[in-house]
């Protein structure tokens, strides 16, 4: 009998890990970013399909190697995006991804962070690409895309000692 504690996901979350909204890779996308690592799993990659003239973000999707609440996560955003402006998708916070799932258990939270980190690195990427950048998108990376880098670090170290075979099982259940 396992002896693992389910965590406690909310049904917006399970629905969403069942049946994810714009799942796969998006062949038309002007712009693909991704965050995490591959190394060990935890990554999205999130498309943005934009219109150029309105700046409007006319349609969205995603992969994740993640787990279910990156599944989710990264799941939800692309339906809060679509329709937005990349100003109004650049001001969505990690936290208004927890909330919109219903919430997500503390050790989750950086599902999101990941998610809203590839968001904001699609969106700095689409105007760097463009040779632009608009007054409201900061010079310098924000809190919540540094968040994103050290939740990257994190991975990237938690993956190395795991496979040095150093990990315990106190971090284990942190991913
Ligand atoms: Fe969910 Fe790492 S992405 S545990």
């Known amino acids: 009998m ?8 909310s049904p917006k979350v399970l629905e969403l890990f069942r049946n994810p909204r714009n799942a796969g890779s998006m062949e038309d996308a002007t712009v ?3 965050t995490g690592s591959l190394a060990c799993g935890d990554m999205i990659a999130m498309y943005l399909k934009i219109d150029d003239a309105k700046e409007v973000v006319l349609k969205a999707s995603f992969e994740s190697y ?11 955003l692309t339906e809060m995006v679509k329709g937005k402006t990349l100003h109004e998708a650049w001001n969505i916070s990690w936290k208004e ?3 919109e799932l219903g919430g997500l258990p503390i050790i989750k939270y950086h599902c999101s962070i990941l998610a809203v980190g590839a968001l904001k690195r699609a969106i700095r990427k689409y105007y760097r690409h463009r040779g632009l ?24 170290r938690l993956y190395g ?10 971090n284990r259940s942190r991913s």
């Not at 396992?2 to 996901?9: M, V």
């Not at 993640?66 to 939800?76: H, K, L, V």
Request: glycine share 6%; hydrophobic share 35%.
């Open 161 to 170: 000692r795991a496979s040095e075979g150093k990990l315990d099982e106190g």
């Open 2 to 9: 396992s002896t693992r504690i389910p965590l406690p996901y």
């Open 97 to 99: 991804v927890s909330d």
């Open 133 to 156: 950048r608009p007054g409201w998108l900061p010079e310098k990376p924000t809190k919540e895309e540094l968040q994103a880098v050290e939740e990257e670090k994190f991975i990237e």
């Open 66 to 76: 993640g787990c279910a609440a990156n599944i989710a996560a990264a799941s939800i």
């Open 32 to 34: 693909k970013a991704t």
